[in-house]
């Protein structure tokens, strides 16, 4: 990508967005095209088309996406699944018809099946029942990676994708209802500090195991492959992962020792579990150049000092 380009990135005022645009402006790059999303709705057939019609951009980093925990997901399936059909087939068809250079599209690791072989490589896509709490989520996420996919082989467009496993970082949202796992914990054990509470309770067993990747390393692997790699290298899509798991019990009694709290910790084993078993195959990634960088421990005492600052 030459510093000059114009570089649409979508949901640039997220967790990702926030980071990589940092790290973009660091490298040199000073000509990015951010929008909020009440100014631009990527749900929005005709904005989105106003939009490149008018800014032509030549590059799309597509990270724009409704997110949510657990408790979300299963609140409000259709949401989940509309949305972020609307958002993927907008941007994605839309770079098609403004003939945009080089796309990335953002996935997630929820695209495998719930009881999927470990470590998850990418040929396992498709080989299973998805996991029923997120179905509507990793449905829409299948479906642009795929949309992607037939871009390229169709009409040779450079259109990649990346899927990473759940994230966290400095830049997230610690809303305990719709934030992803770790960034409930730390507010909830937080506030439970705060409030001198007796415990804290954790939904499901804590058996569940899972990989998280630190927002910082999937900048990085979102500019590595942007620069580095088109989509005849990377088809259909390569997993982006820290390379190891945790289980929630274990993750939850980590950020309970790092922030101080010295209260109990209730799992509720009425609530559901979720995929028994996130484990992405990195192999791919690394035999290409990249690899993670940050240790779970390292990156949560990061998200801790933002989250207490803030």
């Known amino acids: 990508m030459d510093k000059n380009s114009k570089i649409f990135v979508t949901g640039s005022g997220g967790m990702v967005g926030r980071t990589l645009v940092s790290m973009l402006q660091q490298e040199g790059y000073i000509n990015l095209l951010l929008t909020k999303s009440d100014d631009l709705d990527l ?7 106003e939009f490149f019609s008018r800014e032509k951009p030549d590059y799309i980093i597509h990270l724009a996406a409704r997110v949510g925990g657990i408790v979300a997901n299963m609140t409000n399936p259709i949401e989940f699944l509309m949305d972020n059909m609307r958002i993927g087939m907008n941007v994605i068809n839309t ?3 403004y003939n945009v250079k080089k796309l990335l599209n953002l996935g997630s690791s929820c695209i495998y099946p719930r009881d999927c072989r470990q470590p998850m490589k990418e040929e396992y896509l498709l080989s299973g029942k998805l996991e029923p709490t997120n179905e509507g989520y990793a449905l829409a996420k299948i479906a642009a990676l795929k949309l992607c996919e037939y871009y390229f082989t169709q009409h040779g467009c450079n259109f990649i994708s990346l899927m990473p496993p759940n994230l966290y970082g400095i830049n997230d949202h610690f809303d305990e209802k719709n934030s992803h796992v770790l960034s409930a914990l730390i507010s909830r054990f937080h506030k439970a500090k705060i409030d001198h509470l007796e415990e804290v309770v954790v939904w499901g067993t804590g058996s569940p195991r899972r990989e998280f990747l630190y927002d910082e390393d999937l900048s990085k692997a979102i500019i590595y ?3 580095n790699y088109d ?7 390569i997993n982006v992962g820290s390379g190891e798991d945790i289980s929630i019990r274990d993750l939850a009694f980590l950020i309970r020792d790092l922030t101080n709290y010295q209260g109990k910790v209730v799992f509720d084993v009425t609530k559901p579990d979720g995929m028994p078993k996130k484990l992405l195959d990195n192999s791919r990634a690394n035999t ?3 690899k993670a960088k940050t240790s779970i421990g390292e990156g949560i005492k990061k998200t801790i000092e933002f989250y207490c600052r803030h």
């Open 225 to 227: 492959f942007m620069k």
């Open 95 to 97: 770079s098609f018809k």
């Open 231 to 237: 989509a005849k290298d990377l088809q259909p899509f």
């Open 43 to 49: 749900r929005n057939q005709i904005k989105v088309d």
């Open 288 to 290: 290409l150049g990249w």
